[in-house]
């Protein structure tokens, strides 16, 4: 009886996959890790994110968000996506992939500006953030990065490319209780798609 307890025990802790990030209900060709605790991000082939913060009161100016509107004093949680490889080159490098929160989606911050105006607020302590390359732009349209909310506005589908110094980079607020909020569904514009490319360096120029 002891060996089939054990058997069915080691079975058990092999089939059932690790919890994912609070927050987060499941994802699809993102990997989910831990906030880092020191350093610059973790580079990988694949689409990354990890939770910045938790039931952080939206303040009243200072923080502009891309896309939504949330009143001050509302609780959200942030989560940061971005994809960034080891090697980076002249040739375009791509990752998609889908997640889903446990809550609906709120705000979205993306461009270099607002994220790095964010950061002290909804960063995770002890990270580095990257520097001029980090984000999405919009300046023209070749080597496009998209994303779209679906599902019940807690869903996000991204596809992103990057080349070059530069990643590509999402900051995700969501709701942390329940209360009033301006929900960004599958019927807003981004469903049909904000589309950005990555800047090269100078020194890739």
Do not use: C, H
């Not at 110094?165 to 469903?191: M, N, Q």
Request: no cysteine; net charge negative; aromatic share 10%.
């Amino acid at each position: 009886m002891q060996a089939l307890k054990l058997s069915i025990a080691i079975l058990t802790s092999i089939l059932i996959p690790a919890p994912a990030l609070a927050g987060i209900l499941s994802t699809t060709g993102i990997n989910q890790i831990p906030a880092p605790t020191q350093g610059n991000l973790p580079t990988a082939d694949t689409i990354q994110v990890f939770e910045e913060t938790t039931d952080v009161a939206f303040p009243d100016g200072g923080i502009v968000l891309n896309t939504g509107k949330i009143a001050p004093g509302t609780l959200v949680n942030s989560y940061n996506i971005y994809f960034d490889t080891e090697n980076n080159s002249d040739s375009w490098k791509t990752a998609s992939g889908s997640i889903t929160f446990s809550s609906p989606i709120v705000g979205l911050i993306w461009s270099r500006r607002n994220l790095e105006a964010s950061d002290a607020l909804f960063g995770a302590a002890g990270v580095s953030y990257g520097g001029n390359w980090r984000g999405l732009e919009s300046e023209d349209r070749q080597g496009l990065s998209d994303f779209f909310i679906s599902g019940e506005g807690n869903t996000l589908d991204l596809s992103f490319n990057i080349r070059g110094t530069g990643y590509d980079e999402l900051r995700v607020l969501t709701a942390a209780a329940p209360e009033p909020f301006t929900i960004l569904g599958a019927g807003t514009a981004l469903g049909f798609g904000f589309f950005f490319k990555k800047r090269l360096s100078q020194k890739q120029k």
